[in-house]
T-cell receptor, first 112, second 116 residues
Framework: KQEVTQIPAALSVPEGENLVLNCSFT??????LQWFRQDPGKGLTSLLL?????REQTSGRLNASLDKSSGRSTLYIAASQPGDSATYLC???????????FGAGTRLAVHP | GAVVSQHPSWVICKSGTSVKIECRSL??????MFWYRQFPKQSLMLMAT?????????EQGVEKDKFLINHASLTLSTLTVTSAHPEDSSFYIC????????????FGPGTRLTVL
């Protein structure tokens, strides 16, 4: 059974810091891995999608990496801003709809 | 990106009534749509998977007679909470997979259901 774990569960940092959010999964046979952010009371916004054949994806200040052999993905946020405050979720799509798995999320607070 | 809308964004109803939530993919065809529920400070829990023109597949523990899902077209799926009770109060979110999008999911903004 696939399990997805996100560490840390919560993070509070001053503005400007570079951050690393971690996502680990137990089954390396993933199809793709997707990172989302969720603002309170809102839906999910897709940030980055990494296919199983890729090692990383970049979008602006965000960089996501995927290491299937170790069962890890990391989301790197450069020069954090207060607007980055949200819950970040990683999502593993293990090639079958009965294996849709979300991590519990990392609640990020960036203070001025 | 691709846009998914949900209607209504929030709803309050009396216990025993039924509530319908619509999920629409506005600028793409969603071959598959998913329905999730989320309780406060918890992650999303998949309720069911629906493919256009076929019956939904429900996750273990989700009552299919209580949560009716209809995926009438490639751009519309509906979730009807029948005979709602206070414990059904939750945040319901849908998502769609765009055809040929490598499995990337696009989420709606969610519907807050409160059952009195």
């Amino acid at each position: 059974k696939q399990e997805v774990t996100q560490i840390p569960a919560a993070l509070s940092v001053p503005e400007g810091e570079n951050l690393v959010l971690n996502c680990s999964f137990t089954d390396s046979a993933i199809y793709n891995l997707q990172w989302f952010r969720q603002d309170p009371g809102k839906g999910l916004t897709s940030l980055l999608l990494i296919q199983s054949s890729q090692r990383e994806q970049t979008s602006g200040r965000l960089n996501a990496s995927l290491d299937k052999s170790s069962g890890r993905s990391t989301l790197y946020i450069a020069a954090s801003q207060p607007g980055d405050s949200a819950t970040y979720l990683c999502h593993d799509f293990s090639g079958g709809y009965n294996k849709l798995i979300f991590g519990a999320g990392t609640r990020l607070a960036v203070h001025p | 990106g691709a846009v998914v809308s949900q209607h209504p964004s929030w709803v309050i109803c009396k216990s025993g009534t039924s509530v319908k939530i619509e999920c629409r993919s506005l600028d793409f065809q969603a071959t598959t749509m998913f329905w999730y529920r989320q309780f406060p400070k918890q992650s999303l829990m998949l309720m069911a998977t629906s493919n256009e023109g076929s019956k939904a597949t429900y996750e273990q523990g989700v009552e299919k007679d209580k949560f009716l899902i209809n995926h009438a077209s490639l751009t519309l799926s509906t979730l009807t909470v029948t005979s709602a009770h206070p414990e059904d109060s939750s945040f319901y979110i849908c998502s769609g997979i765009k055809r040929d999008s490598r499995g990337e999911q696009f989420f709606g903004p969610g519907t807050r259901l409160t059952v009195l």
